[in-house]
């Protein structure tokens, strides 16, 4: 057989070589049409809000494209290109996911519930065995647990920094409920006693008080024993409007105040430790809060103005002070040691001692979210709506200087909601959507103007907090203020 023609042979490796130029160069286009495809599709991702599946496929299919696209190179080139697909979908995970949607702190049992905490320990109430246990915050360990028990329903209230009261609702007139006092320290019952048909209403380094509709008691903090009755139901100044939410627990308070029957009946004022009454206060409106050492009530003078009235309860003058109110909705508490009038575009601080007036004005572009704040305190939930009242934006106002609190972390902010549990601190519950409208919940505890100690998470059905120990369902966590 003859052999093949040299002009033959190479024609017909260049024929050969052309159809794998051809086929490299159909591959390289096709896998160009694909990647400006996962490019548009990322694009429209984003403007559409497409979530969070479709971003992550976008970003896949933008690095096979790309790796599909290098075989035409050496190895060097397509192992560099390989690892610059790689790096493009984490960089799309990190730049647009909501960081960090992490299981931060530690678990516990379903039906236990976040009571107190100091620095070192929080204190969880188990609902089905009535078992109290201190953890280690750090990892959850148990550093003691009391087994107290009751058949009763069980409330808690945390008493300063170093113990936690327990109450027995026993849900029946016939039936005293019980309290007792907790050391978060070590575990051990300081006391327990009956509390008649009654509940804590507030506490100081003293005394814890009891009220119901009948009779107030002041109990010794220390042992429990009962120093003081008192007929009639009272309520506390100390950041609480004492007409409105009688039944709302009062972290710390030095008087107490106990309404009349009707409104022209004078407000009886007492001093907690004793019992002993220090003023009796004519207000026809029944508006009043107790700030440092003084009770103000309030009321409308002739021209229409709102009038305070200050009366001292231990020592010092009288005082009278006149400020213009607002048309809009109006709450009145004690923030930062001051008696503080609220409303939806200001603020108005009076000095408990002189009755001397400060103003803080709050940007007219936001007003107050009162559906998602906390019962007083020092932060408000605000929002801003466009000309057809949609709500566009939401932030966090700080009423004491009037700023806004900056509220980190990626993320679009659609909800905000403060969860109070102290007058100058608190812990936000900030829903935002990041870039693809993936939703997350952030949690921050908001002090000193800012947020600090940030945890995400992608949800989360229960929430208890104390001091600056959140629960996020069966999770305990620690915002320590940066």
Do not use: C
């Not at 148990?142 to 109450?167: H, I, M, P």
């Not at 100058?424 to 949690?443: L, M, Q």
């Amino acid at each position: 057989m003859p052999d093949t023609a040299p002009g033959l042979e190479s024609s017909l490796a260049d024929d050969i070589a052309r159809g794998r130029q051809q086929r490299v160069r159909r591959r390289t286009i096709a896998a160009l049409a694909v990647l400006t495809l996962a490019v548009v599709v990322a694009i429209l991702t984003v403007v559409l809000d497409w979530g969070w599946t479709a971003w992550i496929a976008a970003l896949a299919i933008a690095a096979v494209a790309l790796t599909v696209a290098s075989l035409k190179y050496g190895l060097v080139l397509r192992i560099a290109t390989a690892v610059t697909a790689i790096a493009l979908v984490a960089a799309g995970v990190l730049v647009v996911r909501i960081p960090p949607v992490t299981t931060a702190g530690w678990k516990i049992g379903p039906d236990a519930r976040l009571i107190a905490a100091d620095d070192k320990i929080a204190v969880t109430f188990d609902q089905t065995t009535h078992a109290v246990q201190g953890r280690a915050i750090a990892d959850g360990r148990e550093v003691w647990k009391n087994g107290f028990g009751s058949s009763d329903t069980v409330r808690w209230r945390q008493l300063d920094s170093d113990a936690v009261l327990l109450y027995f609702d026993s849900g029946s007139s016939q039936q005293d409920n019980g309290a007792a006092v907790i050391s978060i320290a070590d575990g051990k019952t300081r006391w327990r006693l009956d509390i008649d048909q009654q509940v804590p209403l507030t506490t100081n380094d003293d005394v814890v008080v009891f009220t119901g509709k009948e009779m107030t008691t002041g109990v010794d903090l220390r042992t429990g024993k009962k120093l003081w009755s008192r007929p009639g139901r009272a309520t506390a100044g100390s950041g609480v409007q004492s007409s409105r939410n009688l039944s709302l627990w009062v972290s710390r308070s030095d008087w107490i105040a106990v309404p009349g029957a009707t409104k022209t009946t004078p407000v009886a004022v007492l001093d907690a430790r004793t019992g002993r009454l220090v003023a009796t206060v004519r207000s026809d409106r029944n508006d009043f809060v107790i700030a440092g050492k003084t009770f103000v009530h309030f009321d409308y003078a002739k021209n229409g103005l709102r009038l305070a009235n200050g009366t001292p309860l231990a020592g010092g003058r009288a005082w009278q002070a006149e400020f213009q109110p607002s048309r809009f909705h109006e709450e009145l508490d004690v923030v930062d040691g001051q008696a503080r009038a609220l409303y939806d575009n200001k603020a108005v601080y009076l000095d408990p001692d002189t009755g001397a007036l400060r103003e803080v004005r709050l940007d007219n572009r936001w007003s107050p979210d009162r559906l998602n704040g906390g019962p007083g305190g020092r932060y408000i939930a605000v929002k801003q709506r466009d000309r057809d009242r949609k709500v566009v934006a939401w932030a966090v106002a700080d009423t004491v200087t009037g700023k806004l609190v900056e509220l980190d972390g990626p993320g679009h902010p659609v909800e905000v909601e403060i969860e109070e549990f102290s007058g100058d601190t608190a812990i936000s519950h900030t829903t935002v959507v990041d870039a693809v409208g993936a939703e997350s919940s952030r949690y921050a505890r908001i002090v000193d103007g800012a947020e600090h100690g940030q945890t995400s998470t992608t949800g989360a059905r229960r929430f208890e907090s104390a001091g600056d120990v959140i629960q996020l369902d069966d999770r305990i966590i620690a915002l320590r203020k940066d």
